[in-house]
């Protein structure tokens, strides 16, 4: 019962920003610092180009989730690795 209502709360607090603040573009770090360089001085030039753009957002958001599921799956494994280290050398 503990872990469903800690699993109904993170899903209250991962939605109420969308019912708080409605039709708000929920936007990057990536845009908004773009937007205060070429605020603060229009004439910069990047130093370099990206040698890869995806195809659209779809495929960026993919990619991103694709990382972040990696990245939980290690986090995960090394937990469980820990845990059941901890709990088998304990028995000996």
């Not at 800690?6 to 773009?34: K, M, N, S, Y």
């Amino acid at each position: 019962m503990k872990n469903f209502i800690l699993f109904l709360f993170v899903i209250i607090l991962a939605t109420f920003p969308f019912f708080i603040q409605r039709d708000t573009d929920f936007g990057g770090a990536d845009g908004q610092a773009e937007e205060a360089i070429t605020e603060l001085a229009p004439s910069y030039e990047p130093w370099f180009k990206p040698f890869w753009s995806p195809p659209g957002g779809e495929t960026e958001s993919l990619l991103f989730s694709l990382q972040a599921a990696v990245g939980a799956i290690i986090i995960g494994y090394v937990i469980g690795f820990g845990r059941a280290r901890r709990k088998y050398s304990a028995k000996q």
